[in-house]
C-alpha cells in the first residue's frame, strides 16, 4: 500500500480561521446560549437579520424580540426568493443558522479526534462482513482489540521505567495510534453488525454524564 496516494482528511472546523477558505467553513457559529453569531462582522445573526430587513425594504416586522423574529423568518421561508425579499432574507438566514447547526456537530467529532470513514470506507467494511462473514469478524475484532491492549500495556512500562527516553515513549505512541486505528474500525464492523447506532450515541452521552456527575462529585466509579 502507498501511503502517500491515501488523501489526508483536513480539519474543517476551527475557531481561529486563518485564511479566507477556513472563514468561510466557519462563518457562524453557535454561542453558549444556543444563538447563531456570525464571525465577520462579529454580531448574532438575528441582528444581521434586522440589518437585511432594513437595508433592503423588506416587510418583515422589526417590532418584535428574537424568538418572534426567527418565527416571523421561518414563516417567510417558502415564500419565491426570486420575486419577494421577504422570501430571500429569510431563505439567507435559514440557511446561516442550519450551517451553523451543521458546523457544531462536526467540530465535536473533530474535537474529540474521531476518524473520519468516508462512504467508499464504510462500503468495504460491509463487504468484509459479507465476504467472511459475522463470527470470522468478531474472532478479528477481538484480536485487534488484544494487540491495543499489548500497545497499551507497552506504553504503560515505557513512561513508567523509561520516562526518560524520549525515543521509546515515542515508538510506544506510534504503536497505540496504529492499533486504535485497527480497533476503530473494528467498532465500525460492530456497530455495522448490531446496529441501532443511536442507541450507541444515546449510551455514549450517558456515560459522559455519569463521568462528569462523579467528577462533580469527586469520585470516580469505575463499572
Known sequence: MDKQKIK????????????NFQTALNFTDV???GWVWLRQPEMALTEYARQLVKG????????CNDME??????????DDPKQSIDGLI???YTILWAYATLREKLKWYEDAGIPVIPNYGLSTIRRAINRYGTAPQLQ???????????AICNLQRAVTFNYRNGAKIKVAHESVREEIADVYIMLAQ?????????????????????LKGCLDDGEVRSE
Not at 478479528?140 to 499489548?150: F, G, Q, R
Request: aromatic share 2%.
Open 56 to 63: 433592503h425594504g423588506s416587510s418583515i416586522d422589526l417590532g
Open 31 to 33: 454561542s453558549e446560549d
Open 69 to 78: 423574529l426567527s418565527e416571523s423568518l421561518t414563516d417567510h421561508l417558502f
Open 140 to 150: 478479528m475484532a477481538i484480536k485487534e482489540m488484544s494487540e491495543l491492549t499489548k
Open 90 to 92: 429569510a431563505e439567507h
Open 190 to 210: 460492530l456497530v455495522e453488525i448490531v446496529g441501532k447506532p443511536e442507541e450507541v450515541q444515546q449510551i455514549v452521552l450517558e456515560k459522559l454524564e455519569q
Open 8 to 19: 489526508s482528511v483536513p480539519r474543517l472546523t476551527t475557531d481561529n480561521p486563518v485564511n
